[in-house]
């Protein structure tokens, strides 16, 4: 939904499915219900996760996309944003480290960044549009200088293709790199650098960004408003805001405080975990099973964050908080600035919850979950 010069939604990644008759479900059923409730009588943005199988589904059947666009113009819906990070299925019994798979090393990431471009282009929405993607790859891969300049070349040749894809349709599309603990770019210093160094962020601006993600900035312990003043001085285009809360363990050494945190271990995702120790350090895990619980080290830390995307206007229970505050504030902070217009709450990690949590959030029921993150967005952006 747009309010002002912003557009709103939420990621469909939510919703499990792969297939083209699974998104069409998901459209006519949750998506449409949500709208019932935030937006019911004008537009409805939409935050759009297309993998590789529907992708190429839907350019193999002109058909097909034909039914998906006559699908949104019927519920109200249009498409400023898709997440072209997941290639593979996203609700894989076990994701991991594969959902970074191919990253921007391998040539298949272009080529499924194009197709993905291309669907977009031909569905109903504004002119300016953006596609969120992994910020290079699965790091222990890709951390030397020859894997960067080769990922950097992959997304330069990305960007001609976006602007190929421009002048032919009219349709301008942001690829928006999101940094995360365990890719090539983790931080915002990583994506400055990174940008200096291959990207030539000033000629390629309309067509290469950043998406800003506000629970991995948080895992990183950054200060949301000054990481986005910094992108925004380093000339870093702000593509795409992901909306997102983390988890947040402010006393480590109390055993129930740990106990509260590992009930979140699950075997679908990547849970990484960084502690901030006394001294300024960060200690890092990559997964919530690898944490060194019995570290003295990891125990005296200050306080331990976990990617663990949970409901956005939820405070945590217990000895189990969240980083609210830090959403709020890289909110705040890019609207202030005038730094982006597209924001999208992502909380895909609704199903794989612990029992106890997803019950006591809107008494289980996802949609009204989304309806609740959606009105703390707006209430922020209103205050």
Known sequence: MQRGPLHLTYCTNVHPGESLAELLDVLRGPVADVKARVAPSVPFGLGLRLGNTATAALLRAPAALLDLTEACIEEGLYVFTVNGFPYGDFAAESVKAAVYDPGWLDPERVAYTLRLARVLSRLPGPARRTISTVAGGFRPTTDDAAARARIGAHLLEAAEGLRTLADETGVSIRLCLEPEPWTTLETTDDAIAFFADHLDAPTTAEHLGLCYDCCHQAVHFED?????????????????????????????????????????????????????ARDGRLLRAMDLPDLPWDSAEWRDAEAWRC?????????????????????????????????????EVETYTWHVLPAAEQAALEGGD???????ELRALLAVIGA
């Open 224 to 276: 949301p408003a000054a990481s986005v003043r910094a992108l925004v001085d380093a000339g870093v285009p702000i593509g795409k805001v992901q909306v997102s809360s983390a988890l947040h363990l402010a006393q480590p050494a109390d055993a129930d405080a740990r106990a509260a945190l590992a009930a979140f271990n699950e075997p679908r995702y990547l849970h990484q975990v960084v502690a901030r």
């Open 307 to 343: 990617h663990f995307h949970v409901p956005i206007w939820w405070a945590g229970e217990g000895p189990l908080g969240t980083t609210r505050a830090d959403w709020q504030a890289a909110v705040r902070a890019v609207v202030d600035a005038g730094a982006c217009s597209h924001l």
């Open 366 to 372: 996802l949609v009204a979950c989304v309806d609740a």
